[in-house]
């Protein structure tokens, strides 16, 4: 028998699950992503909340395994408006990527930062922000990109721009939608300059480009809820 206590984990989807349960899909740093019963949950005092850093216990035999104990290891957050969406997002992508029982504690930490801070950051930091963490989910799954190189093996010029290859790379091109000044804050995963509005979009493009090749014909409920920006 299984027996897990108080590993931190963050809760990234939840559905009702026969008659006063619910089916819980948590990120955890030691075990990945799991799935859990939580026998009462929809009828407890106090509900278990997405977004809050948890220390859960859970045991059991079989593949699916009961939730015993939570808590919370955490400030206060409560996460509206845009960011949500843009949390949302993140949590099913985790959710779509990741298989179970396989333990990602960077992309663990890089949720915990991302969540933690959405709520202070403006819009445009907090669409650079995603931006940044997509790159790194990718790259963590195994499917990074050199950003600092060509595909002739040149380095990356900030006054160049240039076009994006699958699986080969980027290419010099005149007309290029993706500037060598946005591979160089992607590559450095800075937070603090954000690219301009254009770039933000040629990121988003990117980006996309890369997780439609995995994630497949099934589309991202959370992506009818995106602005325009999005």
């Given at each position: 028998?299984?027996?897990?206590?108080l590993?931190?984990a963050?809760?990234?989807?939840r559905?009702a699950?026969?008659?006063?349960?619910?089916?819980l899909?948590?990120?955890?740093l030691e075990?990945?992503?799991?799935?859990?019963i939580?026998?009462?949950?929809?009828?407890?005092?106090?509900?278990i909340?997405?977004?809050q850093?948890?220390?859960?216990?859970?045991?059991?035999?079989?593949?699916?395994?009961?939730?015993?104990?939570?808590?919370?290891?955490d400030?206060?957050?409560?996460?509206?408006?845009?960011?949500l969406?843009?949390?949302?997002?993140?949590n099913?992508?985790?959710?779509?990527?990741?298989?179970?029982?396989?333990?990602?504690?960077?992309?663990f930490?890089?949720?915990?930062?991302?969540?933690t801070?959405?709520?202070?950051?403006?819009?445009?930091?907090?669409?650079?922000s995603?931006?940044?963490?997509?790159n790194?989910?990718l790259s963590?799954?195994?499917?990074?990109?050199?950003c600092?190189?060509?595909?002739?093996?040149?380095?990356i010029?900030?006054d160049?721009?240039?076009?994006?290859?699958?699986?080969?790379?980027?290419s010099?091109?005149?007309?290029?939608?993706?500037?060598?000044?946005?591979?160089n804050?992607?590559?450095?995963?800075?937070?603090?300059?954000?690219?301009?509005e254009?770039?933000?979009?040629a990121c988003?493009?990117?980006?996309?480009?890369?997780l439609?090749?995995?994630?497949?014909?099934?589309p991202?409920?959370?992506?009818?809820?995106?602005?325009?920006?999005?």
């Amino acid at each position: 028998m299984t027996k897990i206590e108080l590993t931190p984990a963050f809760l990234i989807h939840r559905r009702a699950y026969r008659d006063n349960s619910l089916l819980l899909d948590f990120l955890t740093l030691e075990h990945g992503k799991i799935r859990l019963i939580g026998r009462g949950v929809r009828q407890a005092k106090a509900n278990i909340q997405m977004f809050q850093h948890l220390r859960i216990s859970y045991a059991g035999k079989g593949e699916l395994k009961t939730l015993t104990h939570w808590e919370v290891d955490d400030a206060p957050r409560q996460i509206k408006g845009e960011a949500l969406i843009l949390c949302l997002y993140v949590n099913e992508l985790i959710t779509r990527l990741i298989h179970e029982h396989d333990p990602h504690p960077q992309i663990f930490d890089l949720y915990q930062q991302l969540i933690t801070q959405m709520n202070n950051l403006d819009q445009q930091h907090q669409y650079w922000s995603l931006r940044v963490f997509e790159n790194s989910l990718l790259s963590e799954l195994g499917y990074g990109l050199d950003c600092s190189v060509d595909v002739s093996g040149d380095l990356i010029q900030t006054d160049k721009n240039y076009s994006y290859q699958p699986q080969l790379g980027f290419s010099q091109q005149g007309d290029g939608k993706i500037s060598g000044k946005l591979l160089n804050l992607l590559s450095s995963e800075c937070l603090d300059n954000t690219p301009d509005e254009q770039q933000l979009k040629a990121c988003r493009n990117l980006n996309r480009q890369r997780l439609n090749a995995l994630l497949g014909d099934k589309p991202l409920k959370s992506r009818e809820l995106f602005f325009t920006k999005n």
